[in-house]
């Protein structure tokens, strides 16, 4: 489904350079939950944002459904990652002047004109309170990102990234700023969405524990995948793990 | 939509945005207030220039008068000229004439013992002709209005002058001359004094009426208190002596009159300089043999017609070089070039005041914008175009604009409103007068809000805001999501 070809990436400031990707090969399959893991500055979120056409590759190509989307317009980028892609990242990222049900429905304000989101505001309003009923959260439309706890930030999140019915889910150290209790909870959601909904996943994280939840793993060194294997022990609660 | 949303959410939530607001506002207020006052103050000294003008002038400088003659060689008196212009081609689009004698003169009179002599303008005139031309009757104190003027003194000014006349003798002795100030002059000898026997009681002249500026008959000081006291040196039926110069040999002449009325223009320099006495009266004294210096021409249409009218003037005095043509606005070209040429200066100035809030949206937009750079990450991870983050800055700049414009127009003619009231109020507070009346001669600071200003001082002021706005939304829109999500 998403391919990752020959990819290179390297960050220039002044005469430094430091080569983050380095001839990086990757296909993610359709329905999968992959995880990538790595120690820090091993390329693991470059990846990600190339993945996610948020940042184009020095050199490489990067398919979806066969399709080259690396060298897509702008417009055509904008478009894909609205719709296409969803993201979790592991600060949030919500926009703390809204509220969150506005926050939620952040992707559908901007992927809709004021006249055609009039229209459809109904329906949306509707997706994305069911969304936050999904996450357990509900009784939080209301509340600004301030009012919540990490984990409650995160679950919203998680639903924004929902809200378009995207086909793959990018999720960069999701549970990175989380206690193990609710890093566990949404490792469980992320599970029940790929698992449910048929949503291809591909997960960055350290926690080398939630991993065993993830079809898939592929560990990064120095920018290159050096390891690609299935998790061999079912996967269980980090919780009870940790208990 | 979410620009919108985040444009409305912006505003509600960044106090820096109170910040650009009040900047604005505080400009557009500025602007509307001066604005406002110099409009008014323009527009009533335009009024009063013109008040005491009529539409066209035609004057000569000649101290005898016109010198027009017929084809027979004949010296044309003030009717028959009138008559050569009415028959011309801008008779049809003339409603009025009247001729005038203006000289300048010294007028003399008595106050608290002491001789008073002041320069004046003396303008001889047939008040009822002059009321038609126009700029007169409207601003006397006692014959306010009235469609007939005239220099007839009042049962309450004979009194008033039998009243002098008895306090002299009393003072003086029977045998002692009437209560009158002598010239400055000891022997004109050109032209003899008109008879003025009252005191002898054989035949009682008649009495020549005179109107003086309001501010020659007078005085203002301020009193041990520092209150502005204003005390009436020439009441109604005092007399006054008026020296000017007349005959051939242009030597001194002067006569008696008694004043009647005052002339309140609230122009200072109308006020303390002009004198009005009868044309007949005037040409006797002068010696002009019934000539005049001046016609006063009111026309029918003065904005349609003073052009043409100009022309076929110009064309009745082809043979006397000395004649001037003018409007009023011709005679007070400079005044009036002088007063559009402050107010332009002024508005250039105040719409610094302006440019002064687009640079601090500019500084607060670009501190907005480094706050917002992971938002504006954010919002790019979620699809939202470049364009739509420019979008969103610009409409925010424009936001500003309009909100601190439409509180701006609010405050401004607010203040213009109750700016008598906010003028006391800010007098009493300080003690200072920020509008001197003795100064300016107007009750109250004039005010003119002119709607077409209004819209002109919003649209620069919105503009200005989305200008500055630019660079900032510009900023934003090149920000790479990715280094605006990398790090938290």
């Known amino acids: 489904m998403l391919k990752a070809e020959n990819l290179q990436k390297t960050y220039r400031r002044h005469a430094v350079q430091v080569q983050v990707l380095n001839d990086l090969n990757l296909e993610v399959r359709t329905g999968e939950f992959l995880s990538i893991v790595g120690a820090s500055g091993s390329g693991k979120s470059t990846l990600l944002h190339l993945l996610g056409t948020l940042d184009a590759p020095d050199r490489g190509r990067i398919f979806l459904d066969g399709k080259r989307i690396d060298d897509l317009p702008a417009r055509e980028r904008d478009w894909l990652r609205n719709r296409t892609f969803g993201y979790i990242f592991q600060f949030y990222h919500l926009l703390p002047e809204l509220n969150m049900l506005d926050n939620v429905l952040m992707p559908a304000y901007i992927g809709h004109s004021l006249l055609n989101w009039w229209q459809t505001r109904r329906q949306w309003r509707r997706r994305a309170e069911e969304l936050l009923k999904k996450v357990g959260l509900a009784h939080r439309i209301k509340h600004r990102p301030r009012e919540l706890s990490g984990g409650e930030m995160q679950r919203t999140a998680i639903a924004r990234a929902l809200l378009m019915n995207p086909r793959v889910l990018l999720a960069d150290e999701p549970t990175g700023n989380l206690d193990v209790e609710s890093g566990g909870e949404i490792v469980r959601i992320l599970r029940d969405v790929n698992r449910a909904e048929g949503v291809t996943i591909v997960m960055v994280t350290h926690n080398t524990e939630i991993v065993s939840a993830t079809d898939r793993v592929v560990r990064m060194v120095n920018g290159v995948v050096i390891d690609d294997t299935q998790p061999k022990q079912p996967w269980q609660q980090p919780r009870l793990a940790a208990v | ?308 009218v100009g022309k076929e003037l110009r064309g009745v005095f082809k043979n006397s070089p000395e004649v001037r043509i003018a409007t009023w606005e011709e005679h007070q070209g400079p005044l009036l070039a002088a007063i559009d040429v402050e107010r332009g200066i002024l508005n250039l100035l105040l719409f610094m005041i302006v440019g002064v809030a687009g640079f601090s949206i500019l500084a607060i937009f670009t501190m907005i914008v480094s706050e917002k750079y992971r938002d504006i990450g954010i919002m790019k991870s979620l699809g939202a175009s470049s364009w739509g983050v420019m979008q969103i800055f610009l409409g925010y700049g424009l936001l500003l604009g309009t909100v601190g414009c439409a509180l701006g127009t609010g405050l401004g003619l607010w203040i213009t409103r109750n700016i008598n009231d906010i003028e006391k109020k800010l007098t009493a507070w300080t003690g200072t007068s920020l509008f001197p009346r003795d100064v300016y001669y107007f009750k109250e600071i004039p005010t003119n809000i002119d709607p077409a200003t209004v819209v002109l001082v919003n649209v620069g002021a919105v503009v200005i805001a989305a200008v500055f706005s630019l660079l900032p939304a510009w900023r934003a829109a090149r920000l790479q999501p990715v280094r605006a999500l990398r790090f938290e």
């Open chain 2, 1 to 308: 939509m979410y620009k919108l949303l985040l444009c409305v959410r912006y505003l509600q939530t960044r106090y820096l945005a109170f910040i650009c607001i009040v900047s604005v506002m505080l400009g557009v207020a500025t602007l509307i207030v001066v604005n406002a006052v110099m409009s008014g103050f323009s527009t009533k000294l335009k009024d009063r220039l013109h008040g005491v003008l009529s539409d066209v002038v035609i004057d000569t400088d000649r101290p005898d008068g016109f010198e027009v003659r017929d084809d027979k060689g004949n010296s044309l008196t003030p009717d028959q000229i009138i008559d050569r212009i009415m028959k011309s081609g801008a008779g049809p689009q003339i409603e009025a004439v009247t001729p005038t004698i203006e000289a300048f003169a010294i007028l003399q009179f008595r106050y608290r013992g002491t001789v008073i002599a002041k320069p004046v303008r003396l303008i001889g005139i047939d008040p009822e002709g002059r009321t038609q031309v126009g700029g007169f009757s409207e601003y006397l104190v006692r014959q306010k209005d009235a469609p007939r003027p005239s220099f007839e003194l009042t049962p309450d000014a004979l009194q008033r002058h039998a009243w002098n006349v008895e306090q002299f003798r009393r003072e003086n002795g029977p045998n002692v001359p009437a209560p009158k100030v002598q010239p400055l002059v000891a022997d004109p000898n050109a032209i003899p004094e008109p008879k003025m026997e009252i005191d002898r009681g054989i035949e009682q002249p008649k009495l020549h009426g005179v109107i003086v500026g309001y501010t020659i008959a007078h005085f203002r000081y301020k009193d041990e208190s520092g209150n502005l006291v204003e005390e009436a040196a020439l009441k109604e039926g005092d007399d006054v002596i008026i020296t000017t110069a007349g005959g051939q040999e242009l030597k001194p002449v002067w006569g008696s009159f008694y004043v009647t009325d005052y002339l309140k223009t609230e122009m200072s320099e109308y006020d303390q300089s002009f004198v009005y006495v009868p044309l007949e009266q005037l040409q006797r004294i002068r010696g002009m043999m019934g000539r005049a210096t001046a016609f006063q021409i009111k026309l029918k249409n003065y904005d349609r017609d003073k052009e043409s």
